[in-house]
């Protein structure tokens, strides 16, 4: 994997932004691949949405986002047509690729997978002023601090290319949240965190249970979060993301 951007592809182009669009829509084309069956990619052939792509083998959707950092919140598109997506399960996954304006190299290629956006992540921007050409317009963030370490798959991190067959097996085995409903996926995800921000391979019941306020500040309209713990934990156990090891005690596969 070359982690440069060409240089050479920018030559016809005036504007930053677009001299930045094709050298990293080429890049990810000619370098990465489908995170669900490590197939190409292919552009999607559609003039009003040019940073798309897909999966010719398994359908997977993509949309690439590339900036000089890859901060807490990332700048997406208009805000209710980004909730849309969601609502109908529309929305792709997402590359986030951090490029360096000094000699163009790429640090970083992040993935969020589709099934750990839920709606709580999308930020909605102000409307643009009367004197803005879109005057209205309603932009949004992607709040990404907000999604757990196993939602940010790096293909590349700090310069450093992660192994393809890494990437597919841990994109795989969370494969299973997009057969919930967002609400429920909304949960699973919360107490995945919460287990992540733990930072151990084995935790227990009571550990869990001391994010109880952290989640009821999340959820205030459920009056029964440690029966909900209880459940995520057992539907977890079930996904194969944890183990039950007996007296309260988990294991993180
Ligand atoms: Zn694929």
């Known amino acids: 994997m070359l982690l440069k951007l060409d240089r050479t592809l920018a030559q016809n182009y005036k504007s930053t932004s677009q001299q930045i669009r094709v050298m990293s829509e080429t890049w990810l084309l000619q370098n990465a691949y489908c995170v669900k069956c490590g ?3 292919t552009k999607t052939p559609n003039n009003t949405k040019v940073e798309d792509f897909y999966c010719s083998n398994c359908s997977e959707q993509f949309e690439l986002k590339t900036g000089k950092y890859i901060g807490k919140q990332i700048t997406d598109g208009a805000y209710y047509t980004m909730i849309e ?8 996954n997402f590359f986030f690729l951090n490029y360096s304006l000094e000699d163009y190299h790429i640090p970083n290629l992040m993935v969020i997978p589709k099934h750990y956006l839920t709606q709580d992540l999308i930020i909605k921007r102000k409307p643009l002023s009367e ?9 949004c963030n992607i709040n990404i601090s907000n999604i757990p370490e196993s939602g940010k798959l790096y293909i590349i991190k700090n310069g450093t290319v992660v192994q393809k067959n890494k990437i597919l097996t841990d994109f795989n085995k969370m494969l299973f949240l997009r057969k919930e409903s967002e609400y429920s996926r909304g949960w699973l995800i919360d107490i995945i965190k919460c287990i992540e921000s733990l930072n151990k391979k084995s935790l227990s019941l009571e550990e869990i249970y001391s994010f109880e306020n952290y989640l009821k500040e999340k959820h205030p309209l459920n009056n029964n979060i440690r029966p909900k ?15 039950f090891i007996g007296k309260g005690q988990y294991e993180i596969l």
């Not at 713990?229 to 183990?243: A, M, S, T, V």
Request: glycine residues 8%; charged residues 25%.
């Open 85 to 92: 997506k969601i609502q109908d399960n529309s929305i792709p």
């Open 229 to 243: 713990i209880r459940q995520q934990l057992q539907l977890l156990r079930d996904k194969g993301y944890i183990r």
């Open 131 to 139: 004197n803005a050409k879109r005057a209205g317009w309603i932009g």
């Open 39 to 41: 197939n190409v990619l």
